[in-house]
């Protein structure tokens, strides 16, 4: 177990001494202690960082080329994936989740920074045409210290997509990861150092989100945020960043559909639309988690989910079972008190999933649920759940259809499954989500493929080459030369 910060390439204790307990969610016991970060350790890690970008990007990070970030990256990805079991159980220990769906985020993760190695030096700016006697070029530049504020759900894939993006571009980093999973980026920020990484380029201060990760996002020597977490929280790091006009990206939660047209290829879509809503045990903000399925098909495409629910089995990580446990305790709480809300609005659940006989009592485990006829005002239908609970709703046209997907708050992801490649298109583009999928559904996106929201769902896209661009500022340089 790693319990102190990483700051400058070191371990260093929590100023205040003080540490915050590991909880193995699989059955509510103490394993661990983390440091609780204050301001002074913020102070410690941004004045790191600040020192590797240097004043006017003269420190031992501002001064590499892109193609020496990139090679750094690549040795990075290459240790990762040397790695993947490693990563893999860190993950799944810290956040209770199959270790089969742990080792897939480990492998994304290499893949991430090998990604991102690749970009480095592919960025470029632009000439501009302008007046006779001018040669107007723009350049992208790193912001210089980004900070990184990280969910319990994807840590290590989040730190790929982010911080990879970030350190390509030649920022240096402040990574504060949930308070509930902060072992696996921790191990991250000792592995780029073991590979070469200079001091101050990936600094972790770990800790509870109001102290550590508020100081992060108050903090005057950082120069741009990515955040993502919860829709509630997006917005107070929204307002801390206004308070001194600092950029901010924002990934956030997700109501998304998945709309079944008569004429879907079943047996293409089920197995997805499953995954899509227990991956991760529901707890991906890219979750399928609401069904919307044509009358004429409504039934039969209910029987056949509800024989694949009840086949869903949930337990401990180490068995590599469809899920783990929820993450934490207010996590499970939160789930409880939604469903229990649900049952009182007199809600149908049409097939439950199990849990296996290994599944500790004192473990935070949800079994897959897959309610019917959820009317579309109710809270099922509206709210993010974060659980592996899949709310479905008939529809008839294609207009209700858009309608009914455009109906919530949210706009991450939208699933669309028919083979008429007319409808494909009209209710792609009608829909209000920042990705499309077409008879397929990427949980988590792809590496390649911008990810971000519309909506509530946040703002500033993430992975890709689009995802490096946010962690740039773009400069406008105008030469007159006559
Ligand atoms: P949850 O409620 O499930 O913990 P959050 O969105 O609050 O989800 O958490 C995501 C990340 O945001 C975590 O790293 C958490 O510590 C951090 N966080 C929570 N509150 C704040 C805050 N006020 N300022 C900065 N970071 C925060």
Redesign the pocket.
């Known amino acids: 177990m790693r319990k102190h910060h990483f700051i400058g390439n070191a371990w260093c204790e929590a100023s205040s001494g003080e540490t915050l307990p590991i909880i193995d969610p699989s059955n509510g016991a103490e394993v661990g202690q983390i440091a609780r970060g204050t301001a002074q350790d913020v102070d410690a890690a941004v004045a790191a960082a600040r020192r590797a970008v240097g004043e006017t990007f003269d420190g031992p990070w501002g001064v590499l080329s892109a193609s020496e970030r990139g090679r750094l990256l690549y040795r990075l990805a290459a240790a990762v994936q040397d790695r993947i079991e490693e990563f893999a159980l860190l993950e799944a220990q810290d956040t209770g989740k199959s270790i089969k769906t742990a080792r897939t985020d480990a492998i994304f993760l290499a893949r991430y920074l090998e990604f991102y190695a690749g970009a480095c030096d592919k960025l470029h700016g632009d000439t501009i045409p302008f007046q006779t006697g001018f040669t107007v070029m723009t350049i992208r530049e790193p912001h210089g210290v980004t900070g990184h504020?990280?969910?319990?759900n994807y840590p290590i894939q989040i730190f790929g997509r982010t911080v990879g993006a970030a350190l390509a571009t030649g920022n240096a980093c402040v990574v504060?990861?949930?308070?509930d999973a902060s072992q696996s980026v921790l191990r991250l920020a000792e592995l780029a150092a073991e590979v070469g990484f200079p001091a101050g380029v990936i600094n972790v201060v770990t800790g509870?989100?109001?102290e550590a990760?508020?100081c992060?996002?108050a903090h005057q020597g950082i120069d741009h945020i990515s955040?993502t977490?919860?829709t509630a929280?997006g917005r107070?790091?929204a307002q801390a960043a206004a308070e001194r006009h600092c950029p901010v990206t924002l990934e956030l939660g997700g109501k998304s559909p998945q709309i079944v047209f008569e004429d879907a290829n079943l047996d293409e879509a089920l197995p997805v639309i499953v995954t899509a809503i227990v991956q991760n045990a529901g707890q991906t903000c890219s979750a399928g988690s609401r069904l919307l399925v044509q009358r004429s098909i409504y039934e039969p495409v209910l029987q056949a989910l509800a024989e694949r629910f009840r086949a869903l089995k949930a337990g401990p990580p180490h068995l590599g079972l469809d899920m783990g446990p929820l993450v934490n305790r207010k996590?499970y709480e939160q789930v409880k008190r939604i469903l229990a809300k649900a049952e009182a609005d007199g809600l149908q659940v049409m097939a439950r999933g199990a849990l296996h006989p290994e599944a500790a009592s004192a473990g935070y485990y949800q079994e897959a649920l897959l309610y019917r006829d959820v009317p579309h005002d109710n809270s099922l239908a509206q709210q993010e759940v974060f659980g592996p609970v899949l709310a479905a709703m008939p529809f008839e046209s294609e207009e209700e259809a858009i309608a009914l997907a455009n109906g919530t708050d949210y706009g991450l992801v939208a699933g669309i499954w028919t083979q008429d490649g007319g409808r494909q298109m009209r209710v792609a583009r009608k829909v209000r989500s920042g990705q499309v999928f077409i008879n397929n559904y990427g949980a988590g996106g792809g590496v390649e493929l911008p990810f971000g929201g519309m909506k509530s769902s946040g703002y500033g896209r993430e992975k890709g080459f689009e995802g490096m661009l946010g962690f740039t500022v773009l400069k406008t340089i105008a030469i007159r030369h006559g």
């Not at 504020?149 to 319990?152: F, R």
């Not at 504060?176 to 308070?179: D, F, I, L, S």
């Open positions: 504020i990280i969910p319990w504060k990861p949930a308070e509870y989100g109001h990760g508020a992060l996002t955040f977490g919860s929280t107070l790091i996590q």
